[in-house]
């Protein structure tokens, strides 16, 4: 069974930084797809970043390309989210996620979720 912790969130003001991180456990994730996503109160949880972990290609949600980075540590099987010049609109549990196909920004395509991380920034 695959299992996903993330870890990293917390409270910081905008222009901030903040470094999330997704363990992942249960197999091995060759082929796969590691996503992050985020949903805001209120809102619909949406796609924020992406990667593949065997050859390290990179989607991104066009309001964080620039601002967000995703990478990943395949010793280690984890998933990165480094997250620079952070808005209030930032604001959201942060989602990582797994996927074995699909389109990558779609939630459908994920099967597996880590229990979220919250992000709050302070403007």
């Known amino acids: 069974q695959v299992q996903l912790v993330e870890s990293g969130g917390g409270l910081v003001q905008a222009g901030g930084s903040l470094r999330l991180s997704c363990a992942a456990s249960g197999r091995a994730f060759s082929g796969y797809t590691m996503g992050w996503f985020r949903q805001a109160p209120g809102k619909e949880r949406e796609f924020v970043a992406a990667?593949?972990?065997?050859?390290?290609?990179?989607y991104y949600a066009d309001f964080v390309k620039g601002r967000f980075t995703i990478s990943r540590d395949i010793p280690k099987n984890t998933v990165y989210l480094q997250m620079n010049s952070l808005k209030p609109e930032d604001t959201a549990v942060y989602y990582c996620a797994s996927s074995t196909g699909g389109v990558v920004f779609t939630i459908g395509a994920y099967a597996y979720w880590g229990q979220g991380t919250q992000v709050t920034v302070s403007s």
């Open positions: 990667i593949t972990w065997s050859d390290g290609n990179t």
